[in-house]
C-alpha cells in the first residue's frame, strides 16, 4: 500500500511564504511522477504544479515565479516552496502521485493541508 502524508499547511499573510512537505511510504517515491493539487470551497480540484521521475517540473500559470516543487528521493518527501502568497491561494492542498506499469495508470492522493493566507 501506497500512502501519503502531507504537512506544513497553516495560516500566512499574504506575501508570506510556506513549504509544504508530502511524506510517501509503502514505495519508493522515484518511481512516482509527483504533483501538488489544490481545491477551495466551491472549486474545482486544480493541479498546481508536477514534477516527473527525471525532475522536471511543470506550473499552473498563477503560480509560476512563486512556487517551486522538488522532491528527494532519498527521504521519499515532495517539497512546495511556496513564496509571495496571495488570499487567491487559500485552499486545501493535496499531494498526489502517480505511476504507470504495463500500460496501467495508479493513483494515490494524501489527505490534504490547508493553507490560509490573509489580507
Known amino acids: 500500500q501506497v500512502q501519503l502524508v502531507e504537512s506544513g499547511g497553516g495560516l500566512v499573510q499574504a506575501g508570506g511564504s510556506l513549504r509544504l512537505a508530502c511524506v510517501a511510504s509503502?514505495?519508493?517515491?522515484?518511481?512516482?511522477?509527483m504533483a501538488w493539487y489544490r481545491q477551495a470551497p466551491g472549486k474545482q480540484r486544480e493541479l498546481v504544479a508536477i514534477i516527473g521521475r527525471g525532475g522536471v517540473a511543470n506550473y499552473v500559470d498563477s503560480v509560476k515565479d512563486r512556487f517551486t516543487i522538488s522532491r528527494d528521493n532519498a527521504k521519499n518527501t515532495v517539497y512546495l516552496q511556496m513564496n509571495t502568497l496571495k488570499p487567491e491561494d487559500t485552499a486545501v492542498y493535496y499531494c498526489?502521485?502517480?505511476?504507470?506499469?504495463?500500460?496501467?495508470?495508479?493513483?494515490?492522493w494524501g489527505q490534504g493541508t490547508q493553507v490560509t493566507v490573509s489580507s
Open positions: 498526489h502521485a502517480a505511476r504507470e506499469f504495463l500500460d496501467r495508470r495508479y493513483d494515490y
Open positions: 509503502g514505495s519508493i517515491l522515484s518511481i512516482f511522477d
